[in-house]
């Protein structure tokens, strides 16, 4: 792993930026899966008034270990300038790695943030009367320290139980939950029955909804979502961007499927969310 | 054991004495460390309490508690086939009452079809039970007095689709037994 390592100079894939002016910006990044090194991955955001100017970079909040986000509660934007942009910081021992510069404008250009915004603010009016459930979003790792329950000649999980990496082969499996609305969400149906191929033995193939999550954090098949009243979670399936602009997701519409409650997911920890 | 080979003598081979043969000898072998080669198979040992470290069932069994519980070893019959012999329906012999007496072949087969959510996993079930039915043919051959008792196939992976992705070994058995008819005239 170390080797791949070394190779990489920017181990940061995607540094976004999601805009709310009077405060409450969260900076969210995600890294290359190819990126590997020690848990202690130390993130230190910098916002910058004028793009990249040299020396004007202000540490935005305390250090954060083994996260994806960070919201900045600060208005920093004034006037009708836009100009505000942001860096992360990785720390690593001794070893440092800086991000490219994410604008608050994300990737888009002016135009294209404008229609986001006003595509992500209609959803949310329209979807106000429906069926609001409130959860956490857990984003598998795709990267880091691999899990002792890997085997090192084919280099995947031996344990899907495996409660250190609950079988995903990084360690800890998920990052920390981030609590998130799932709009109409569509309602429950449940077939348990013997498969008809008689290959599964009992199963509930029906226990599948979809719902809909608007704005970021973007999300991936095989994430969790975890519905907060019910303690019932569902690993993602299918994604579906019903809105986008730029290939930046606005709307999502995402299919998921009931975990069963013997199932290594039930054991992460929600009281960390 | 002894009242599956009991009822086996009494009378012979059927599809649920033979399911749940095949299902005994799997959970004895999976309720104890001392054997079982994968360390990582040796945590999850078979219980006939929710919840099971492994499910161990026939494959027809509807049991809402193991919805989707894995690892899991299912226990499924293929098909059975007489054998007939030579000529006269496989007449072998008349005894001093002149009754003949009429034998066959059945040959069987099972599957014990492997489920993991994990490839690896799968496979190294898979390889687990593959490797305990050649050392214990012998054995189990010769306490149910079949002829025949061979491993026939170790299948490819294969994949099935649950809520998360499931991943599927089929280990093949095949075995022969011999089974006599003595027509008697009343």
């Known amino acids: 792993m170390p080797i791949i390592s070394t190779l990489l100079t920017q181990p940061f894939d995607q540094v976004t930026c999601d805009t709310i002016i009077q405060g409450g910006t969260r900076i969210s990044w995600s890294m290359d899966p190819r990126f590997c090194e020690s848990e202690d991955w130390v993130f ?34 004034y006037g009708k300038d836009a100009r505000l942009s942001y860096k992360v910081v990785l720390t690593i021992g001794d070893d440092e790695y800086t991000s490219p510069i994410a604008t608050t404008l994300g990737n888009l250009t002016v135009k294209q943030q404008l229609i986001a915004n006003a595509i992500v603010r209609r959803a949310s009016l329209e979807r106000s009367q429906l069926p609001k459930s409130s959860g956490w979003l857990f984003r598998r790792r795709l990267y880091g320290t691999p899990c002792s329950c890997v085997d090192e000649l084919v280099g995947t999980s031996t344990d899907p139980d495996c409660e250190t990496c609950f079988g995903t082969g990084k360690v800890y499996g998920y990052w920390q939950g981030v609590a998130e609305t799932l709009y109409d969400l569509s309602p ?26 608007i704005g970021e954090p973007f999300v991936e098949s095989k994430d969790l979502f975890v519905l907060a009243n019910s303690d019932q979670r569902y690993s993602i399936k299918e994604i579906k961007h019903v809105a986008e602009i730029g290939n930046i997701p606005i709307v999502t519409q995402i299919t998921m499927a009931l975990l069963p409650l013997t199932h290594i997911a039930y054991k992460l920890d929600l009281a960390t969310s | 054991m002894a009242i599956i080979h009991e009822e086996l003598c009494e009378m012979g081979a059927r599809p649920l004495l033979i399911d749940g043969l095949f299902r005994k000898i799997l959970i004895e072998y999976f309720s104890q460390t001392e054997e079982i080669e994968y360390p990582t198979l040796a945590t999850k040992l078979y219980s006939s309490d929710v919840p099971t470290g492994i499910v161990i069932e026939t494959v027809y069994k509807w049991d809402p508690k193991q919805t989707e519980k894995r690892p899991a070893i299912l226990i499924k019959r293929g098909a059975w086939q007489p054998q007939h012999l030579a000529m006269f329906d496989g007449l072998k012999s008349v005894d001093a009452n002149l009754d003949p007496t009429y034998f066959r072949f059945w040959q069987g087969e099972h599957q014990f079809i492997c489920l993991s959510r994990s490839g690896a996993e799968a496979d190294m079930l898979g390889a687990e039970i593959a490797r305990f039915l050649l050392h214990y043919g012998p054995f189990i051959r010769s306490a149910c007095n079949f002829m025949r008792f061979r491993l026939q196939s170790l299948s490819p992976l294969s994949k099935i689709k649950e809520a998360t992705d499931i991943f599927a070994i089929a280990v093949g058995v095949q075995y022969v037994w011999e089974e006599g008819v003595t027509i008697t005239e009343k």
């Open chain 1, 188 to 213: 429950a149906t449940r077939y348990n029955t013997v498969d008809d191929q008689l290959v599964q033995g009992t199963i509930d193939a029906a226990a599948i909804r979809q719902g809909v999550l």
């Open chain 1, 44 to 77: 230190q955001v910098y916002a910058n008034k004028n793009a990249d100017e040299p020396n004007n970079w202000v540490p935005v909040g305390s250090p954060v270990t083994n996260t994806y986000f960070v919201v900045d509660p600060t208005q920093r934007m």
